[in-house]
């Protein structure tokens, strides 16, 4: 323990039972990993562990750019509002690749918002393109971040991996589409190479 001129908090040890784990060792590149999820989570949150700080000022635009690198073809597309933070771009890789959250929470498996989360860039370039663009077409080489908030999250088992509320897509779809096509709006130099990649698979 760490002694801190704090004036309140919450300190919490954790020491493994060596009878229960005897051999045990901590993965530190899983629990970076997880410390980094926190940080994109909660944007402008400091965590520090062994003297090394971990913080994001810009929450999934920053988990983006960690990501793809300098691989993106166009600038990254970020959005937030209060129910919804999402963030993707395309590379020249093939497949699709994406992070998602539910209340802090890293979804593994995905899940109902995910897919949610999928269609709604679907609608959303076809509505702003007006087009009737193929979803592998609009998908094949994108890397995306999806988190959302929800009241009553119902998970299809112990670990969270992933989200079973069916209730979602009626709300969250829209929610995507109409963002993604506000920001395309707002951002035309974003929209024309997003428009060439998509025209290019």
């Given at each position: 323990?760490?002694?801190?001129?704090?004036?309140?908090?919450?300190?919490?040890?954790?020491?493994?039972?060596?009878?229960?784990?005897?051999?045990?060792?901590?993965?530190?590149?899983?629990?970076?990993?997880?410390?980094?999820?926190?940080a994109y989570l909660n944007r402008k949150l400091t965590i520090t562990l062994n003297g090394e700080k971990y913080?994001?000022?810009?929450?999934?635009?920053d988990l983006m750019s960690e990501e793809v690198g300098e691989a993106n073809i166009y600038e990254i597309i970020?959005?937030?509002?209060?129910?919804?933070?999402?963030?993707?771009?395309?590379?020249?890789?093939?497949?699709?690749?994406?992070?998602?959250?539910?209340?802090?929470?890293?979804?593994?498996?995905?899940?109902?918002?995910?897919?949610?989360?999928?269609?709604?860039?679907?609608?959303?370039?076809?509505?702003?393109?007006?087009?009737?663009?193929?979803?592998?077409?609009?998908?094949?080489?994108?890397?995306?971040?999806?988190?959302?908030?929800?009241?009553?999250?119902?998970?299809?088992?112990?670990?969270?991996?992933?989200?079973?509320?069916?209730?979602?897509?009626?709300?969250?779809?829209?929610?995507?589409?109409?963002?993604?096509?506000?920001?395309?709006?707002?951002?035309?130099?974003?929209?024309?190479?997003?428009?060439?990649?998509?025209?290019?698979?």
């Amino acid at each position: 323990e760490t002694p801190t001129n704090e004036s309140d908090g919450t300190n919490i040890s954790f020491i493994p039972d060596k009878i229960l784990f005897p051999n045990f060792s901590f993965d530190i590149g899983t629990i970076r990993k997880q410390l980094w999820n926190y940080a994109y989570l909660n944007r402008k949150l400091t965590i520090t562990l062994n003297g090394e700080k971990y913080k994001s000022e810009n929450g999934l635009l920053d988990l983006m750019s960690e990501e793809v690198g300098e691989a993106n073809i166009y600038e990254i597309i970020h959005c937030q509002n209060d129910q919804l933070e999402m963030s993707f771009t395309h590379t020249e890789h093939y497949g699709e690749e994406y992070f998602s959250y539910v209340n802090g929470h890293h979804t593994n498996d995905g899940g109902s918002h995910l897919s949610a989360f999928r269609e709604g860039i679907l609608k959303g370039v076809n509505q702003f393109f007006n087009s009737s663009f193929d979803a592998p077409d609009i998908r094949d080489g994108i890397v995306g971040a999806i988190a959302i908030k929800v009241q009553e999250p119902v998970f299809e088992s112990q670990t969270k991996n992933k989200l079973g509320n069916s209730d979602l897509r009626s709300w969250l779809m829209p929610l995507v589409r109409d963002t993604l096509v506000d920001f395309l709006y707002k951002n035309p130099l974003t929209s024309e190479p997003l428009k060439l990649k998509i025209q290019s698979n």
